[in-house]
């Protein structure tokens, strides 16, 4: 396996989360890309070697759960681990873990956030195809949008950890 | 002898008015004046004459002492240096004095020192010539040491050359109604203050995130430096460079909480000279998440030059209420045409005019009345009080708060605030008391 030959691409709107994303990247031996926007990450040349995506949820233009779906629809086969700001997503994350590799909340710990790309690129390495099922990520990015929407009302649920 | 004076001019004017030209009804109780008077037929007219004018003067001079030493409002002759040269009992009431006690004292020693200089400023214009008269809300202090508030109505006296001889002051005590002003308007700050906390609360989210970005980053950073530490033989320059960007996202969360301690400090620091659109950025960063969750465009047209002296945290409340209200309004657009534009500008009569312009469904023609009603919502949440406070506070800055239908789509929330024209020398020349006058400077 030559993980640092992996790719990590970072989208988020927030230059200074994007820039430690980028650092902490670095010091984990990886290459990696940064994007301030789901659009700016479509524009880009196919990639197709190892890599995963760290997408912030909440960003202007298009939504992270939106980008999945594009994502799928082009067949852009790359593990994903979703950051949010909200503490509120519910916890288990069983149909998160169908689609997204995994699911942080801001701030995050380094070495949580190592241990979740080393497993998206081990996942990814396992079964390269896992993302090419549009039928069932339509269904979750719907969900996904409205559990997003619903995050400010839904303060009584717990927390994700990491 | 002036008792009777009096008693005999009663009569003889009495009988005057009755067309009677008698000089004596009853009996003078004194010999002098009734040999005074004794009618004398050669003489009779000028005698007549003379007594008439007499007794009217005297009598004016009577109504006069009567109407000094018994009305219901201080009144004193003051010299032209300040000096109390007669005060009535009223007045003696009011400030807490003795007669004697004040008769030794100027007007300069019972005022608030506060107020003294406009006292004393407006004394001069009328030495001068430049005014006759003046009036001015000043508060005394008594000889207690309390402050009574009181309205004050000043004229000079001249003499036949022209030359300044006496003040005559009125004053009258307003501290009862000061008081029930001042209660009002604690309510109304109290009142103003739970709707911003209410309007605070209910962008919690926003705020939460804007403070957590900067936290995420400055906790990757900070783990990064000490990971790069730890594996040994750091690049410096790199922990520089992570240190910087460290210092920068702690400012960056700091500004969050100095704008939310701004905008929930209760006790108001009064009137301030506040930037507009410096201000109006404060607010649109602590709702960058609120509009990007509501999916919301915002575009900024934001003249820098404008400035006015106003309460800060007031303010943004007012912006705060209208953006959220244009933003609720805008919900029911598709997500790609909810556009939000915050405007800062001159208005027509060259105040400064804040607009907030957005793209939602407008006001209906048959609402246009009501949206300033209180407890009037179309909104699910809230009170309905938003628009009404807003406008209390615009109108308490001298300000006007209005709105209007877009040629296009959705409507318009506007308002006005006069404009500070000396923004270097407000503090220096802000002599009056009142806070709201301060506002009112260099219109």
Not at chain 1, 11 to 18: E, I, K, Q, T, Y
Not at chain 1, 110 to 131: F, M, N, W
Not at chain 2, 328 to 342: D, F, I, N, T, V
Request: aromatic residues 6%; contains cysteine.
């Amino acid at each position: 396996m030559t993980m640092t030959d992996a790719t990590v691409f970072v989208v988020d709107d927030d230059s200074s989360v994007r820039k430690s994303l980028m650092r902490l990247i670095r010091a984990g031996g990886w290459q990696g890309e940064a994007f301030s926007s789901a659009q700016e990450f479509l524009a880009r040349p196919a990639f197709s070697g190892m890599g995963c995506l760290i997408l912030d949820v909440r960003m202007p233009g298009m939504m992270g759960p939106e980008l999945l779906d594009v994502m799928a629809a082009r067949n852009i086969d790359l593990p994903v681990i979703f950051l949010t700001g909200s503490a509120d997503l519910p916890k288990g994350g069983n149909t998160w873990n169908a689609g997204a590799a995994d699911f942080l909340v801001k701030p995050v710990d380094a070495e949580a956030l190592l241990r979740a790309i080393r497993k998206a690129l081990d996942k990814q390495e396992a079964e390269p195809c896992h993302v090419s099922r549009p039928e069932s990520r339509t269904g979750l990015c719907s969900d996904l949008v409205q559990i997003v929407m619903d995050t400010k009302r839904a303060s009584d649920l717990c927390p994700s950890s990491d | 002898m002036l008792f009777s004076g009096l008693f005999e001019e009663h009569w003889y004017l009495h009988l005057l008015r009755n067309r009677m030209r008698l000089n004596r009804a009853i009996p003078s109780l004194e010999g002098k004046d009734a040999r005074e008077t004794v009618p004398m037929p050669d003489a009779m007219g000028d005698i007549t004459e003379h007594r008439r004018t007499e007794a009217a003067l005297r009598e004016s001079e009577e109504v006069c002492r009567a109407a000094f030493e018994q009305a219901a409002v201080g009144m004193a002759q003051v010299g032209t240096d300040g000096r109390w040269l007669r005060v009535n009992d009223k007045l003696c009431a009011i400030l807490g004095y003795q007669r004697d006690e004040l008769l030794r004292m100027t007007f300069q020693d019972v005022t608030h020192p506060e107020d003294l200089e406009v006292d004393l400023n407006y004394m001069r214009q009328v030495l001068s010539g430049e005014i006759k008269t003046y009036s001015m809300e000043k508060r005394y202090v008594r000889k207690d040491g309390t402050f009574v508030w009181a309205n004050l109505t000043v004229s000079l006296v001249r003499d036949a050359s022209g030359a300044a001889r006496n003040f005559i002051s009125v004053v009258e005590d307003i501290t009862a109604r000061k008081k029930a002003e001042e209660e009002l308007k604690r309510l109304s700050l109290q009142l103003w203050h739970a709707d911003r906390v209410a309007q605070t609360a209910s962008i919690t989210a926003s705020l939460a995130h804007e403070l957590n970005q900067p936290l995420a980053a400055i906790l990757t950073n900070a783990q990064v430096g000490l990971k790069l530490v730890a594996d040994g033989n750091p690049d410096l320059e790199e922990i520089r460079e992570i240190l910087t960007d460290i210092v920068e996202d702690d400012g960056r969360a700091g500004a969050v909480v100095r704008g939310l301690r701004d905008l929930l400090r209760r006790n108001v620091t009064g009137h301030e000279k506040i930037n507009l659109a410096d201000t109006i950025r404060q607010i649109v960063d602590m709702l960058h998440s609120e509009l990007l969750d509501k999916q919301v465009q915002l575009r900024l047209q934001l003249n820098p030059e404008l400035s006015v002296v106003a309460d800060k945290a007031q303010v943004q409340q007012v912006i705060l209420n209208l953006v959220m209200n244009a933003v609720e309004a805008m919900q029911c657009q598709p997500a790609g045409q909810r556009r939000l534009e915050l405007v800062v500008t001159y208005s027509d009569g060259g105040e400064a005019l804040v607009a907030v312009r957005d793209s939602g469904p407008g006001i209906p023609e048959d609402l246009h009345t009501k949206v300033f009603e209180p407890f009037w919502t179309s909104k699910q949440e809230g009170l309905g009080i938003g628009l009404v406070i807003s406008r209390s506070i615009v109108e308490s800055h001298k300000g006007r708060l209005g709105f209007a239908n877009n040629p296009d789509r959705g409507s318009t929330f506007y308002f006005t605030l006069p404009i500070m024209l000396n923004p270097d020398s407000e503090r220096q020349e802000a002599v009056f008391p009142d806070p709201e006058s301060l506002s009112t400077e260099g219109r």
